[in-house]
């Protein structure tokens, strides 16, 4: 994997970290509180606020890229992009936005997502990097009903909402993502990875599309492909979106957390599948995954654990962060990315 140019991911110590040198490092992901000093001070830090299990010691994500990187902001949007695609992340807090519920809809939750996405479609249409790729989500206290609604539901409509408003589609052609929960008084943090050209984007046979769920989850859709794929000189990425114990449009083994993994791993080994069919590759295998596992409660850790052991070997590439999963029922959503030689002949 690390022979190939563009785009690469790694999750880090702080040790590995200091060793490692900033040269094509597009963005930084923190879990913890974690803060990344001096050299990385160009370089947008998303600081989400979801605690680490098991491991101890800081975990950063780091995004990287052989390509010579340029970073700056726009409006709230702090940026590093090289020629072909570029990281962002946002924070917006709540606080400062008014506590009341405006026309039935608009909650200050809503206007933070609003104002949010606004800024993203801002920055990447200003500086021509339109196609959203994939998209990270942290929303804080994500179960809890406010206002008279869900706070994920409140979330879904005003990322719609706000799609809608920036020219995009919210069915079809549209990002890979996730969206978690995120401890209470944190800002809204979303941050993402958009490309001059167009990904493929990906569905899971097993499951209906997010964005044509029934309205029993909420008025407005959530509005995300199961994955997407970014062809580069260098190598395909693969971005597989949260991915949960759900069929159809409905969750499966509640209360059963060993369950629930084996159903959202053979969920992602159907997203590998059409990764590999509609590229026309090999490569995307349990093998090639780093996963980020969020687990609701702390307690199913080592069963969660034994699951991925079970389904791709021994010492899985994984980190484990504890985060609320957007529908109650659900103990555990498991993101992955995969990193691939080009394809034959491309
Ligand atoms: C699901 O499959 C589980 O709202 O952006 C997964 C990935 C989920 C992304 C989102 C939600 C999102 O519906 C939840």
Redo the contacts with the bound molecule.
């Keep these: 994997m690390d022979s190939r140019t563009g785009l690469h991911l790694d999750y880090l110590s702080l040790a590995e970290l200091e060793a490692a040198h900033w040269a094509g490092v597009m963005g930084v992901a923190t879990f913890d509180g974690s803060r990344v000093e001096l050299a990385a001070a160009q370089i947008p830090v998303a600081e989400v606020n979801t605690p680490l299990l098991g491991d101890a010691g800081g975990l950063f994500e780091v995004w990287r890229t052989q390509q010579t990187v340029e970073s700056g902001t726009h409006g709230r949007v702090r940026y590093a992009r090289t020629a072909d695609m570029l990281f962002g992340c946002i924070a917006v807090k709540e606080s400062a936005l008014p506590d009341s519920i405006a026309d039935g809809v608009r909650t200050p939750l809503y206007d933070a997502t609003e104002q949010a996405y606004r800024e993203i479609l801002g920055t990447v249409d200003a500086l021509g990097y339109a196609h959203l790729i994939r998209v990270w989500?942290y929303v804080p206290e994500i179960n809890r009903d406010t206002h008279g609604t869900e706070r994920y539901r409140q979330f879904?409509s005003a990322r719609q909402a706000a799609l809608l408003g920036g020219g995009r589609p919210v069915t079809g052609n549209v990002s890979a993502?996730?969206?978690l929960g995120a401890a209470a008084g944190s800002p809204l943090v979303v941050y993402f990875l958009s490309s001059h050209t167009a990904p493929i984007f990906i569905e899971n046979p097993r499951?209906i599309s997010?964005y044509n769920?029934p309205p029993q989850y909420g008025a407005r859709s959530?509005v995300?492909s199961r994955a997407a794929v970014l062809e580069e000189p260098g190598g395909m990425t693969l971005f597989i979106?949260?991915?949960?114990s759900?069929v159809g449009h409905r969750t499966i083994h509640a209360g059963d957390p060993a369950a629930q993994t084996r159903e959202t791993l053979t969920n992602i080994e159907a997203l590998l599948g059409e990764a590999n069919r509609i590229t026309g590759s090999e490569g995307f295998t349990f093998e090639a995954l780093a996963c980020k596992v969020y687990v609701r409660h702390p307690e199913d850790l080592p069963v969660i654990q034994a699951e991925l052991r079970a389904a791709i070997g021994p010492t899985p590439r994984a980190v484990y962060l504890q985060a609320d999963?957007?529908?109650r029922d659900?103990a555990v959503?498991i993101e992955a990315t995969a990193m691939v030689a080009p394809r034959a002949g491309a």
């Design positions: 989500n879904n993502a996730c969206a499951q997010a769920y959530p995300f979106s949260g991915t949960a759900i999963i957007c529908r659900l959503e």
